[in-house]
């Protein structure tokens, strides 16, 4: 009796098995990071893939392609959403700006003065804009599912001197993407725009073919450009560093409602660990810079208003010169300017 209770058991269990696993096959999302797993966006990948998986009850199955195993280059990896054989995939805006030239404005300096700003913009609105132009733009092929974060803010460090204020800057060759829009911030501030790819940015420090970058503390840290020299930094958070998660729109709009809701709220899960996994990692991060002996400055907000007025330009030139700029620009400065009201409300009340 209890022999035969045992195998029908085993039976059933291997036919619920069976089941979830037909189920599993319903639909597979293949998702892409050109980074490493002490990243966050793969933090934010495991967090959509245990979401999803769980959320759709083995419906949905995710699978994570970490590095260049899929594609090398954000237009690579674009061209590979927009054919479907790759279903996510996470870009900055420098490495989707050929095919989307206004995710720049993620770049244009001292628009969102801090996290709180930010991160309520980034859940708003905003993106559902960018995300209609994307559609537009690519005729209903790649579809922004949200923006999360990837390393924090963009800072000044350089190899020189302690820089508090624009003029500091005079001079110095800082390292950015091929992008126009980083090098017209640079001019800005009066120092030589010097585009070096990234991969050569440690021996360009340590040989002086450039003397500064503007990144966040844990690509600083991660890629030991101390070792190299670079030992002040200005907290002037004049970028916030933007990740764009895009998806196949083909492939996302195949799957039944209710498992296109199980996506949404994946990226929004998604969304919510590369908010917060900068903020813990650059704590290490800002006291290991510290000990080897990196000088750090924070901006007093008299010398913050010289750094913006300094960059303020560079919004006119993206009016001008970019497909799409007055439009975006436009949707975030609205933006921005509801979440400060907001912000100001809740202090007025939290604060008394």
């Known amino acids: 009796m209890l022999k035969s209770l045992t195998k029908s058991l085993l039976a059933a269990t291997f036919l619920a098995g069976s089941a979830f696993a037909a189920q599993a096959q319903d639909f597979t999302i293949r998702a892409t990071a050109n980074s490493n797993e002490n990243d966050e966006d793969y933090d934010g990948l495991i967090v959509f893939k245990d979401y999803v998986e769980a959320a759709s009850n083995g419906r949905i199955a995710v699978e994570l392609f970490i590095g260049t195993q899929l594609c090398a280059s954000g237009a690579e990896c674009l061209e590979g959403v927009a054919e479907g054989s790759i279903d996510v995939y996470i870009s900055t805006s420098g490495g989707a700006a050929g095919i989307f030239p206004y995710v720049q404005v993620l770049d244009l300096p001292y628009l969102m003065a801090n996290d709180r700003v930010a991160e309520a913009v980034l859940q708003g609105d905003f993106v559902r804009t960018m995300r209609d132009m994307a559609l537009e733009t690519s005729d209903g092929a790649i579809r922004l599912m949200t923006i999360g974060n990837t390393g924090g803010w963009r800072n000044f460090a350089n190899t020189q001197r302690r820089v508090a204020q624009p003029s500091d800057m005079e001079g110095l060759k800082i390292r950015t993407v091929v992008a126009d829009l980083p090098q017209e911030l640079v001019r ?3 120092a030589a725009p010097t585009p070096i790819p990234w991969p050569e940015l440690f021996t360009s420090l340590q040989t002086g073919v450039v003397e500064g970058s503007k990144n966040g503390i844990t690509d600083i840290m991660g890629m030991k450009f101390p070792d190299a020299g670079l030992q002040y930094l200005t907290l002037d958070g004049h970028a916030y560093m933007g990740a764009l998660w895009w998806m196949s729109n083909e492939n ?25 996994a900068p903020k813990r990692n650059s704590i290490q991060a ?3 810079f510290v000990a080897g ?3 750090i400055y924070v901006p007093t907000p008299e010398e913050k208003a010289l750094f913006a007025e300094a960059a303020a330009p560079v919004q006119q030139w993206f009016r001008d010169n970019v497909d799409g700029g007055n439009q975006i620009l ?22 008394n």
């Open 188 to 190: 800005a501030m009066g």
């Open 252 to 276: 996302f709009m195949a799957m039944p409602e209710d498992m296109r809701r199980v996506v949404v709220d994946g990226f929004s899960q998604l969304q919510q660990a590369t908010f917060a």
């Open 286 to 288: 800002y006291a290991d």
């Open 293 to 295: 002996g990196g000088d």
């Open 330 to 351: 436009d949707a975030l400065g609205s933006a921005v300017a509801g979440v400060e009201a907001d912000l100001a409300a809740n202090y007025a009340r939290d604060l």
